[in-house]
């Protein structure tokens, strides 16, 4: 069954299906493996957390760094990698940089995991 095939809501915006549906293309592959490396190192995975539930969705290095027990250079580096994955994005002001998640980064990988998420509900309910 193609991408094309599949009905709407089981596709996301940039074409990722759940990979128990349809195997992935090499290409979202390195996309999806990319994004799932930045978030499995527990630093940036708390950093990715931090900033997507601040207040206002956007949080300034300033604003995270002091709940996280490195420097603010590695806070910097990682909030880079996170950037650089597609995770966040960042926006300059005067002398400080605010991230905030972006979206689609987060929906793709939504998209992919959805239904190993339900379908594991699934069978753990049915047991």
Same mark, same amino acid.
């Given at each position: 069954m193609s991408k094309s095939e599949l009905p709407l809501s089981e596709v996301d915006s940039c074409g990722y299906a759940p990979m128990v549906r349809e195997p992935l293309s090499p290409e979202?592959? =390195?996309d999806i493996a990319i994004k799932l490396k930045a978030l499995a190192d527990p630093v940036?995975?708390?950093l990715f957390s931090l900033v997507a539930s601040h207040s206002g969705g956007e949080a300034c290095v300033c604003d995270i760094s002091s709940d996280i027990d490195v420097s603010q250079p590695t806070v910097s580096h990682h909030l880079? =990698?996170?950037?650089?994955a597609g995770l966040l994005s960042s926006e300059r002001r005067a002398s400080w940089v605010y991230y905030s998640v972006v979206p689609q980064g987060l929906a793709?990988?939504?998209?992919?995991l959805s239904v190993v998420a339900d379908d594991e509900l699934t069978a753990r309910a049915g047991a």
């Open positions: 979202a592959a =390195v940036r995975l708390r880079k =990698v996170l950037k650089e793709t990988l939504s998209a992919v």
